[in-house]
């Protein structure tokens, strides 16, 4: 109460914000004639002044603000004909901030966006801009380019699918670069396995812009990006696990503690999890021909009958995936759209393959991961802007150290948002709707339908169809046609069904006929289970002071309602005594919907955190292997230092191997052991050699003769070759273990959870269990590349053009030696040139990327 009455009397910390930022604008607005009255090409002497005063250090970028976006809105009055309003130069303040700017939809974020990216990308360090497709990427990196090119900017973008190096790298090395971020995250991935500095395509992380931060820091934040190769398994056990799921029997969990949950396993739509009974797991075992399904040897088939039992209990056909082609293709939950290329991880999408009888593809394994969270706090300085970012502020604070203003529109929004209508069945809705819909269109009111999933889109399109209402259907199916659909959504009569309102970042614009007849008529079909995606979809009408109307019409039936919150709701409806065809409209109800969106949104949150938390383990790890490897690419490390720091600690290593320890007594020396394990690792001393030394001068003799071999070797090649070669067959060592390392995390991970039950914090055991892998690791790397560098044996050819410079001097080394010639393509069977030992296709033959619980075909990458 004592809050409230402060905050009216003060205003709210948002208020004061906005405050703030519109003293400035007044200033920004006294520098319009100065800079209209310029010709072009002062204007561009002006910037370029102030563009050389930043790069000189004579001044930072915050203290040309003003300044700067007076000469954009020039800028943009001249090459657009767009004016930027007041609350566009605070949004762009905003966001030079390193803050969130709310923007109502229809108040021009894409226009908001050039202030602050000129304004940074004056350092020349870059500037990106973040789109969630790569037709908003294209469409506004040519719209706003204009400005740009205006003031001397150049401008790249990124696009999926156009995967030329150099194309890309030219995109980076603009001063302002366009993509989505499946793109720049997939790009720092593929950059940090590149062998050379010269390939790598990004360049520093400076400043970012997110556009709709909430879909792509949110939304996207519980699917890592990942890049994957083949695991080599066979894929019998998914058959066989589909056979065994279809003929279990899903009972109910217990209704008390003492109950027994019936049939052969439950399902908690909640959480989305299966527990199979103790009367499924005997079932299981007959089924499958073993004596005890959680054997250590049957741990896979395990494995592969919950994933079975996901896929026919928890995945949707034309909800979750679509089936196109031969193909399952999984559809985005947040947008709608159809997520190409991309696959289930753990199993899950070979799971839906075999449930959907088409060719079951091979799993695989990460090579390379991060999450979208640990991506963007890469950046100097990261900023987003969206329609709808307060609901999830705590979440932006915590995760992104990111505030959110939200900034008021330009004029007043006049849109009609109508109580929620609840029916008991969803025939009973979807009969309302319809007839709802009937009633706009005949008064040629134009209407834009959202829906939760395809499934509902195609219901509704068939009882229009009957109805013989003429309309569009947006969804997963037909995406392609995305922009233009829903820029007609607003024409007179219009009729467009839209799953989970794809289309954003398209304006829906309506005439002065429409307006008369009350605006564009948003309907919503079911509660999302966000309230951002209801108020996006409510947020397409009644842009820029348009008049519009929405409601959203809901049944006991739909997910939402169903798992979270039909009980209250349910009591109501029989206490008012509701007959078939009768719905609620009440305030009461509809805050009893929020809530159940809140305990919704409240799950996915601790699922963002639970997968940041372990991931910021793994980050610790990832840095530091990408900061070496960094090192081992630059031409001024000394590798040579490195490799003599390691040798030292091989040879300890050695020593420990013969059991020969610092301290001991000489005569407890197993000197024919000793010998062995030298000669085992590619060093010829006799027993005799080492006899009557300490610890200390046998380390010094052994290291002595392991760096005198190895020396003699390298003595007959250039230093520009040795140098060159050592760190190619570092880098090699280094990658074939990373990899290594993080399949073995993800096995951990997979299995850490079940320490629970034995009262242990999974994410501690985690933390103490990676830490040791990782020690590992890093004696791994040292240890092998010894090894590598000790058993390499050269061979000769004259040098090419294409060979590195750096490498060549009189001859070009190359090593190991291998029965596969240099340009030949190897085969995937040959032994790996590497010197492994391993098949090409174990080894250096792995690669493919994929997203989270998703996995693109390499073939594209």
Not at 291 to 297: F, I
Request: hydrophobic share 35%; proline share 3%; net charge negative.
């Amino acid at each position: 109460m004592i809050t409230a009455f402060m905050q009216k009397v003060f205003g709210t910390k948002n208020d004061r914000e906005v405050k703030k930022y519109f003293r400035r604008v007044a200033y920004i607005n006294s520098l319009e004639s100065k800079y209209q009255a310029m010709s072009d090409d002062e204007l561009r002497a002006k910037f370029n002044e102030f563009k050389a005063q930043v790069q000189n250090g004579e001044k930072n970028q915050d203290e040309l603000l003003d300044d700067v976006f007076a000469i954009v809105r020039e800028a943009s009055k001249r090459t657009l004909n767009m004016r930027h309003f007041d609350v566009q130069l605070i949004g762009g303040m905003v966001l030079n901030d390193g803050k969130i700017a709310e923007m109502k939809t229809g108040e021009g974020k894409t226009l908001v966006a050039s202030l602050p990216v000129v304004l940074n990308a004056m350092s020349g360090k870059g500037v990106h801009v973040v789109t969630v497709n790569d037709y908003l990427a294209k469409r506004d990196a040519t719209q706003m380019g204009e400005i740009y090119k205006f003031l001397g900017l150049s401008v790249g973008v990124i696009l999926g699918g156009e995967y030329d190096d150099s194309a890309r790298k030219a995109a980076y090395d603009s001063d302002i670069t366009y993509g989505t971020n499946n793109e720049f995250g997939f790009d720092y991935l593929r950059d940090n396995m590149k062998m050379d500095f010269k390939d790598k395509v990004q360049r520093e992380h400076n400043f970012v812009i997110v556009d709709e931060v909430d879909s792509i820091l949110i939304d996207e934040a519980r699917t890592p990006l990942i890049i994957s190769g083949p695991t080599n398994r066979t894929l019998d056990g998914y058959i066989k696990a589909n056979e065994v799921a279809r003929q279990m029997k899903r009972g109910e969990p217990p209704a008390t503690p003492q109950e027994k949950a019936t049939g052969d396993f439950t399902v908690d739509e909640k959480n989305r999890t299966i527990a199979i009974t103790e009367e499924g797991i005997s079932k299981a075992e007959k089924l499958f021909g073993v004596a005890n399904l959680y054997d250590m040897e049957n741990a896979i088939l395990s494995h592969h009958l919950d994933q079975a039992l996901k896929a026919h209990n928890l995945f949707e056909k034309d909800v979750h995936y679509v089936v196109r082609d031969g193909q399952v293709v999984i559809v985005d939950e947040f947008t709608g759209r159809l997520s190409e290329g991309r696959r289930f991880s753990e199993g899950l999408h070979q799971a839906l393959e075999a449930k959907e009888g088409v060719k079951i593809q091979e799993e695989s394994q990460t090579l390379a991961d991060i999450t979208f969270q640990n991506y963007f706090r890469l950046y100097k300085k990261l900023s987003g802007m969206t329609g709808t970012a307060q609901t999830e502020a705590t979440e932006f604070s915590q995760i992104y150290k990111l505030d959110v203003v939200s900034i008021p529109t330009n004029v007043p929004v006049i849109r009609k948002d109508n109580n929620d209508l609840i029916y008991k069945t969803e025939n009973e809705k979807f009969k309302a709707v319809i007839d709802e819909i009937k009633k706009a269109h005949d008064r040629g009111q134009p209407v834009l339908v959202g829906t939760a999933s395809i499934e509902k889109s195609e219901k509704l399109h068939n009882l229009l169809v009957k109805e013989k209402i003429p309309h569009s259907v947006l969804n997963a199916k037909n995406h392609e046609k995305e922009a233009e659909i829903i820029a007609q959504a607003g024409a007179r009569g219009a009729v467009t069904i839209a799953t989970n309102m794809a289309g954003r970042g398209v304006d829906i614009r309506i005439d002065d006929e429409v307006r008369n007849l009350g605006g564009l008529y948003i309907i919503g079909t079911e509660r999302h289970e966000s309230r951002r995606i209801d108020n996006q979809l409510r947020g397409r009408s009644g842009r820029q002071g348009d008049p519009g109307v929405s409601r959203f019409y809901l049944s006991l039936e739909d997910n939402l309602l169903r798992i979270f919150g039909s009980d209250r709701i349910k009591a109501i409806m029989t206490r008012l005594g509701i007959e078939e065809g009768e719905s609620i409209d009440s305030k009461m109800v509809t805050r009893a919907v929020e809530n159940a969106q809140k305990k919704v949104e409240s799950l996915h949150f601790e699922s963002r955190k639970h997968i940041l938390e372990y991931d910021d383990v793994a980050n610790e790890q990832r840095k530091t292997v990408y900061k070496f490897r960094n090192e081992l690419l630059d031409p001024n490390f000394e590798v040579g230092e490195k490799i003599k720091q390691n040798r030292a600690e091989f040879v300890e290593h050695l020593l420990a191997q013969a059991e020969i320890y610092a301290g001991e007594p000489k005569s407890e020396y197993n000197l024919e052991k000793l010998s062995s394990v030298i000669i085992s690792n590619g060093a010829l001393m006799q027993p005799d050699e080492l006899k009557d030394l300490d610890y200390a001068e046998l380390e010094e003799k052994i290291t002595a003769k392991f760096e005198s071999d190895y020396e003699e070797k390298m003595g007959v090649i250039g230093e520009g070759q040795r140098k060159y070669l050592e760190k190619v067959l570092c880098l090699q060592v280094l990658d074939t273990a990373w990899r290594e390392h993080l399949y073995q995390m993800d096995i951990l991970k997979t299995g850490i959870g079940l320490r629970g039950y034995n009262q242990k914090d999974p994410l501690t055991e985690y933390k103490k269990e990676s830490f040791n892998l990782f020690m590992e690791l890093v004696s791994r790397i040292k240890f092998e590349s010894i090894k590598l560098l000790t058993a390499v044996r050269l061979s000769f050819s004259e040098p090419t053009e294409s060979a590195p410079q750096e490498a060549q001097d009189n001859e070009t080394a190359s090593a190991p030696e291998s029965d596969e010639k240099p340009g030949k393509k190897v085969s995937r069977n040959a032994p790996c040139p590497c010197g492994s030992g391993k098949k090409y296709k174990d080894c250096h033959g792995k690669s493919g990327p994929k997203k989270g619980a998703f996995a693109e075909d390499w073939d594209k990458i």
